[in-house]
């Protein structure tokens, strides 16, 4: 499986240091096997740019996407990369399906895999369901985000822009900022950015970031203005009120006052801060317009990497499954 434009090739054979069919988390994967993952991003981006013809290196092979949470950039990030892959896809809605007669998750997936699907992309809210489907399936599985568990793509297409900015993950000091104890894409972070070499902290109140996250080998703070000046990327959380019981803080308006990124904490930052948010933002309350489409934002910049990931997360995934079925 190779992509070929004129007489250049941008992908050989795969690369050796991958052998996964699926993709669950980023907690299993190496340094080395991000990287890969990375640089195959790299090069679908360059493939790609400027140019809407499909690469077809997945002619043939068909991609079920299985979103059981709501989704706008996730879901349409894989059902077009896929297509640009040269590949079909199925986009199932559990709304109006056999879920509702009494049939079981793995059933309804069962039976999805035995029209000829090659891969399911799945989102759902009960963590550990990618994995559990993993084990019942013979086709690759993609992990879309499970729960608070972990959300790979989003944690890969944000490592892959700083990489992108910042030329290196190692050694830079990466904050992530609010709900950090429901957030899927900050464990997917957590365990890419450590393993690539990042210093990370976690900011947020402390019914939001617990003390335990230390274990993981990261530092927690409550006081975003304190770490400010030490940081060379913010990556703003939204607040999941979706996920919570009770609400964590008096009210959003003092949230935003103690952590919302906004002009005058943008000026007691480094010079060349960069600005993620993994969406939907929520303007006013983890960050202020201003910020958010200012010249240190990379926020849509995140949206256009997330197509390439995914292009190489399909690419990496159904190539594994080929050449251990060859």
């Known amino acids: 499986?190779?992509?070929?434009?004129?007489?250049?090739?941008?992908?050989?054979?795969?690369?050796?240091?991958?052998?996964?069919?699926?993709?669950l988390g980023l907690e299993e994967l190496s340094a080395e096997e991000l990287t890969a993952v990375l640089d195959a991003a790299a090069m679908f981006?360059?493939?790609?740019?400027?140019?809407q013809e499909k690469l077809n290196v997945l002619r043939g092979k068909t991609c079920a996407n299985l979103f059981f949470e709501n989704s706008t950039r996730t879901r349409t990030s894989f059902s077009l990369a896929a297509r640009r892959l040269g590949a079909d896809t199925l986009d199932f809605s559990p709304s109006g399906s056999s879920l509702s007669k009494g049939e079981t998750f793995i059933d309804t997936a069962k039976n999805i895999e035995a029209m000829g699907i090659d891969v399911v992309v799945v989102r759902h809210r009960t963590p550990g369901t990618p994995h559990l489907l993993a084990q019942n399936l013979a086709c690759s599985v993609i992990n879309a985000g499970d729960g608070a568990h972990e959300h790979p793509t989003q944690g890969l297409l944000d490592i892959f822009t700083i990489r992108e900015l910042r030329g290196s993950i190692a050694g830079l000091t990466v904050a992530l900022v609010g709900d950090i104890n429901h957030s899927r894409t900050a464990r997917s972070n957590i365990w890419g950015l450590k393993k690539l070499g990042a210093r990370v902290i976690l900011c947020g109140p402390s019914t939001l970031v617990s003390q335990r996250w230390r274990e993981l080998g990261v530092e927690v703070s409550h006081d975003l203005d304190a770490i400010l000046p030490e940081c060379d990327v913010l990556n703003l959380l939204r607040i999941q009120f979706e996920r919570q019981t009770m609400r964590p803080f008096p009210s959003v308006r003092e949230y935003a006052h103690l952590y919302a990124m906004n002009r005058e904490r943008l000026a007691r930052t480094r010079a060349d801060i960069l600005i993620l948010a993994p969406g939907p933002i929520n303007r006013g309350v983890e960050v202020t317009p201003d910020v958010?489409?200012?010249p240190h934002s990379a926020i849509l910049r995140q949206v256009t990497n997330g197509l390439a990931v995914r292009m190489a997360v399909l690419w990496l995934v159904c190539g594994a499954a080929d050449r251990d079925g060859s």
């Open 1 to 23: 499986m190779s992509v070929e434009v004129g007489d250049r090739t941008y992908l050989g054979p795969l690369p050796a240091v991958w052998v996964r069919n699926h993709l």
């Open 45 to 51: 981006k360059e493939v790609t740019e400027g140019c």
């Open 292 to 294: 958010a489409d200012g």
